[in-house]
T-cell receptor, first 112, second 114 residues
C-alpha cells in the first residue's frame, strides 16, 4: 500500500461547480499535512496547510480526519484557473527535514 | 521572492554518461531536496540535505549521488545514466525548523537518457 494515496482523476467539472478530493495516508503518527498545486509543466507550489480543526482560504477548504487517516480539499465555485494537479503532502515527522511524502496528484479540469 | 534555480530545463544524455544536475537557492535555506516526478508515481524523494556536506538518502537513491559543498548549491549526480532515469527532476529548498516549513521548488529539469 502506498504511504499517501490520491485518486488520480481526472476530475472534469463545469465552471461554478463544487469539487472535492480526498487523500489517504497510512502512517497514523504523521504530523502535518498540506495541499500543493502544480500547473501543467510547472513546479509545485504550496496551496494551503491542513489543520486539525479544518481551515478555509477563500473558495478552498481543507479538512483533516485523523481517525480515518485522510485529508480533503474542497473547492467551491470553481474557476477555469483552478485547472491543475493537486498534490497531497504528508510530513511524517517533527522536523522540517523529515522525508515528506507527496501523493501522485489529482488532476482537475474545469470546463467553461 | 524565493528563487530556486535549476541549471537546465531540458537535457538529453546518452546511456552511461555521467550527468550533473545543479540547483541553486538564494534564500539561505538549510534544507535542500532532489525529487523525480513520473506519471502515476508522483514526486519521489531521491536525496535531501539539511546542512553543508550533510546528506540523507530518500526513497530511491540507487543510481544517484549528491553533493552539497556550499549552502546555496545542491547537485544531483547520475554516475552512469540509464534509460530508466529518464524523468522530470525537481529541486526544492526550505528553512530548517520544528514542524514543516514550506518547500519552494525549482522549475524542473526534464532529462531524457537515450
Amino acid at each position: 500500500r502506498k504511504e499517501v494515496e490520491q485518486d488520480p482523476g481526472p476530475f472534469n467539472v463545469p465552471e461554478g461547480a463544487t469539487v472535492a478530493f480526498n487523500c489517504t495516508y497510512s502512517n497514523s503518527a504523521s504530523q502535518s499535512f498540506f495541499w500543493y498545486r502544480q500547473d501543467c509543466r510547472k513546479e509545485p507550489k504550496l496551496l494551503m496547510s491542513v489543520y486539525s480543526s479544518g481551515n478555509e482560504d477563500g473558495r478552498f477548504t481543507a479538512q483533516l480526519n485523523r481517525a480515518s487517516q485522510y485529508i480533503s480539499l474542497l473547492i467551491r465555485d470553481s474557476k477555469l484557473s483552478d485547472s491543475a494537479t493537486y498534490l497531497c503532502v504528508v510530513n511524517p515527522g517533527y522536523s522540517s527535514a523529515s522525508k515528506i511524502i507527496f501523493g501522485s496528484g489529482t488532476r482537475l479540469s474545469i470546463r467553461p | 521572492d524565493v528563487k530556486v534555480t535549476q541549471s537546465s530545463r531540458y537535457l538529453v544524455k546518452r546511456t552511461g554518461e555521467k550527468v550533473f544536475l545543479e540547483c541553486v537557492q538564494d534564500m539561505d535555506h538549510e534544507n535542500m531536496f532532489w525529487y523525480r516526478q513520473d506519471p502515476g508515481l508522483g514526486l519521489r524523494l531521491i536525496y535531501f540535505s539539511y546542512d553543508v556536506k550533510m546528506k540523507e538518502k530518500g526513497d530511491i537513491p540507487e543510481g544517484y549521488s549528491v553533493s552539497r559543498e556550499k549552502k546555496e548549491r545542491f547537485s544531483l549526480i547520475l554516475e552512469s545514466a540509464s534509460t530508466n532515469q529518464t524523468s522530470m527532476y525537481l529541486c526544492a529548498s526550505s528553512y530548517l525548523g520544528t514542524g514543516y516549513t514550506e518547500a519552494f521548488f525549482g522549475q524542473g529539469t526534464r532529462l531524457t537518457v537515450v
